[in-house]
């Protein structure tokens, strides 16, 4: 009874001051999981943004399923650098692919429309589930696959990335083959679990439980992290710094095998849908350290010539496949170490880590609407033009 009057009184307080921790995600069959429709809520682990899910799940504006005429249709496929929970809508790369392709000479008289279709955590296996049953429904003429290779490369290998709850891609005969064992896992099971999330949903005493655990989880990976700078002979408490080494282990090559099999995959089916397709290789926060002594250290730690063996790698398959691509990484450097700027972090976690902030947002989605519009000049879709 005391139990039950304390619980009442607090979530009243809480109430009272404002607090409260919702979730975004709920449990899907296709993904593992997913936006919910609708939700809406401040979020402020990392940043600050108030955040309004459409009635698709996106994170985003309405947009309906029939393309306009006169519009030039971006799909934005991405994990949480895409989705921004950490900055406010019109700051994030998609608002401003928008604002600047206004100014596209080959785009003049369109309106621009980029559809942000990210979630925080999304592997390239999830993103080209996405592509072929949410995404094509919108009819782009711009499929974006926007590539995190700190973490996406491992998140195709469910040895590296260890989620359960998800759909992977795995190579059967030389053929890519989706597994989706993830449903009869306990995880997702509990995640389908209809009062679990409504509980949370109206609770804010258990929302700040879940803040907390967050919370915790964060500070023990940071600890880890900080033990990884003295002592590199283990490896396993920085698993994504093992992205800047050639073929660290099996393991990881396996990973970017499937993971570039999954990109000309994506390829393929969005040229059959007679649309174009462009990857983005975002910048990761070490690559991009406005202090040069910040980077060389972590490349003398690593014994690596430098820290950008991912793009490389992704560059040597764009060139292989004729794949059209932008690279983020040496640009952004640049960028930050010439004006001394962070372009990844927030005062309110840590600046030089993390998302892209607003500054990060801004330039990414120039350079971005650079290349869109270099790519737009070559040739104007029969369609297009009929719809004009």
């Not at 925080?120 to 009819?139: C, I, K, M, P």
């Not at 660290?248 to 089916?269: F, G, N």
């Not at 004006?339 to 600046?351: A, R, W, Y």
Request: hydrophobic share 40%; proline share 4%.
């Amino acid at each position: 009874m005391g139990c039950g009057i304390a619980f009442v009184l607090v979530e009243i307080g809480l109430s009272l001051f404002g607090i409260s921790y919702p979730s975004f995600f709920i449990a899907d069959d296709l993904t593992g999981y997913a936006h919910k429709p609708g939700a809406e809520g401040l979020y402020s682990n990392e940043g600050e943004a108030y955040i309004r899910i459409n009635s698709m799940g996106l994170r985003d504006r309405e947009h309906t399923l029939e393309k306009p005429l006169g519009t030039f249709r971006i799909a934005l496929l991405g994990d949480s650098y895409t989705e921004a929970m950490q900055v406010p809508t019109e700051q994030i790369y998609a608002a401003r692919l928008e604002h600047e392709l206004s100014d596209c000479p080959s785009l003049a008289g369109r309106q621009v429309e980029a559809i942000n279709f990210g979630v925080s955590g999304f592997s390239t296996a999830q993103e080209l589930l996405v592509l072929r049953h949410n995404a094509s429904l919108y009819d782009p003429d711009l499929v974006l696959l926007a590539l995190y290779t700190e973490n996406d490369i491992r998140g195709n290998l469910r040895a590296l990335y260890g989620k359960n709850n998800i759909p992977y891609f795995i190579m059967n005969e030389g053929r890519l083959v989706l597994d989706n064992s993830f449903h009869h896992t306990t995880e997702f099971r509990l995640q389908q679990f209809p009062l679990s999330a409504e509980a949370f949903e109206v609770s804010r005493v258990l929302q700040v439980f879940r803040h907390a655990k967050y919370k915790l989880k964060s500070f023990l990976e940071e600890m880890a992290q900080q033990q990884q700078m003295k002592d590199w002979e283990d490896p396993a408490l920085r698993l994504d710094l093992l992205v800047y080494l050639d073929q660290p282990d099996p393991s990881w090559e396996h990973a970017w095998k499937i993971t570039e099999r999954l990109i000309v995959q994506m390829k393929r089916e969005v040229d059959e849908g007679g649309r174009r397709f462009l990857v983005v290789s975002l910048s990761n926060p070490n690559q991009v350290h406005p202090d040069v002594q910040h980077r060389q250290a972590l490349v003398r730690q690593l014994g690596v010539p430098d820290l950008l063996y991912p793009d490389r790698r992704i560059q040597a398959l764009a060139k292989r496949e004729n794949i059209e691509l932008l690279s983020l990484a040496e640009p952004l450097a640049t960028y930050a170490e010439q004006h001394g700027v962070f372009l990844h972090g927030f005062q309110n976690s840590e600046l030089g880590k993390g998302h892209w902030n607003a500054a990060g947002h801004r330039l990414a989605g120039k350079l971005m609407s650079e290349r869109i519009c270099v790519m737009v000049e070559s040739t104007v879709p029969a369609k297009d033009i009929q719809a004009e």
